[in-house]
């Protein structure tokens, strides 16, 4: 198996307000596309209660650096209780969710990405080898990169959620 270092453990944001989902999402995929990750879905799942909609995602972004390293995010987006309200701002009547958004940032980085070392023994051991001694510059401007990325998207996550500062009677 590839080595594989997890380099961002849980780093969580949570909100509960108005906002929009759909932007939320858009915010997301935009980082995606503008950093040069390929991204799949691995869980996009909608449930209707009671209590409002539930929608549960999981997001698999990665980034190939080199033909031997490349790293991954795992992000999961929860929306809890989402309930569509019409907010009136400057005589515009703008629909929004009201709810909980989670979500869970992990930041990984990946070795051997094509798992070709790992084939025998003494190929072990010297990938082994090469990773400790050869490659410690280039993981360690991974894990920089790496931990840079996933900042970043908490924090264009954060800033667009803090935008929506309206009230509404419920």
Not at 72 to 83: D, P, T, Y
């Amino acid at each position: 198996m590839a080595g594989r270092v997890l380099v961002v453990d849980h780093l969580k944001l949570s909100y509960e307000g108005l906002f929009n989902a759909g932007e939320v999402y858009s915010v997301i995929s935009t980082f995606f596309f503008e950093k040069g990750y390929d991204w799949r879905e691995e869980l996009n799942e909608e449930q209707i209660t009671s209590e409002g909609k539930q929608v549960a995602l999981i997001l698999r972004p990665w980034k190939q650096y080199s033909d031997y390293f490349k790293s991954e995010m795992a992000i999961r987006v929860n929306f809890l209780n989402l309930k569509e309200v019409e907010v009136e701002r400057e005589g515009e009547t703008l629909k929004l969710q009201h709810g909980l958004v989670r979500i869970r940032f992990d930041g990984y980085i990946i070795a051997d990405r094509s798992n070709e070392w790992n084939t025998t023994p003494i190929r072990w051991a010297f990938n082994f080898l090469a990773n400790l001694y050869f490659y410690s510059g280039p993981r360690r401007a991974m894990v920089t990169w790496v931990k840079a990325d996933v900042n970043d998207l908490h924090n264009k996550i954060k800033n667009y959620l803090n935008v929506f500062k309206y009230h509404y009677e419920a």
